[in-house]
Structure formats: C-alpha cells, structure tokens
C-alpha cells in the first residue's frame, strides 16, 4: 500500500501563491510517475499537471501554464506543485496520486493512477 501525504494547501488571495507537497515512503518512489489533481464542487476531477519518473517530461493543463510548476526530488520522496497567480478558479481540493508502473512519464489521465492522497484544499480568495 502506497501512502501519500499532501500538504500545503489553505487560503490564498487571488494573485498570491502556495507550495503543494506530496510525501511518501516508498523505496521504489524514484521509479513512479507522479500526477497533481484537483476537483472542485460540482466539477470533475481534473490533471493540473504531471511529472515522469526522472523529472524530465512534465504536463499541464492549459488552464495552469505558465502558474503552476510540478517538480520532485527523489531523494526526499516528494513531488511538489508550485503554484503562482493563483485565481479563483483555482479553488479546489487538490490531490495528489502515483503511477507505481515502474518508469512512466505521467499521464493526464486519472485511471492511469493507482494511489491517491487524502486531499489538500486550497481556497483563493477575490
């Protein structure tokens, strides 16, 4: 079983920033592809972004390019979303979640994804 423990989240004014981290244990960490989701009230679960296994391919969505930056650090077993410009339509609960198929290079799609954190939510205000 795979835990991933987000952290981060909280409220915003519209224009500032915060820092999403995702923990987790695993020894294998460094060969999974790690993906940040977000869902707001009514909406469906959406990707925000994605990261490879090395850090060297990253997805976003459109709506966050040139915001948001995913990136990791494999020897503290963390993924990170910056996120800069915040809207308020950028309120969400945020997610994040891990592709254990070993050396994926992070995929927008959500089925692709076999563990998943609690939920952080993040709340920007106008």
């Known amino acids: 079983q795979v835990q991933l423990v987000e952290s981060g989240g909280g409220l915003v004014q519209a224009g500032g920033s915060l820092r999403l981290s995702c923990a987790n244990s695993?020894?294998?960490?460094?060969?999974?592809?790690m993906g940040w989701f977000r869902q707001a009230p009514g909406k469906e679960r959406e990707c925000v972004a994605a990261?490879?296994?090395?850090?060297?391919?990253?997805y976003y969505a459109d709506s966050v390019k040139g915001r948001f930056t995913i990136s990791r650090d494999n020897a503290k077993k963390t993924v990170y979303l910056q996120m800069n410009s915040l809207k308020p339509e950028d309120t969400a609960v945020y997610y994040c979640?891990?592709?254990?198929?070993?050396w994926g290079l992070g995929s927008p799609l959500e089925h692709e994804y076999d563990y998943w954190g609690q939920g952080t939510q993040v709340t920007v205000s106008s």
């Open positions: 979640a891990a592709d254990i198929r070993r």
């Open positions: 695993e020894r294998t960490f460094s060969s999974y592809a």
């Open positions: 990261i490879s296994w090395s850090g060297g391919s990253t």
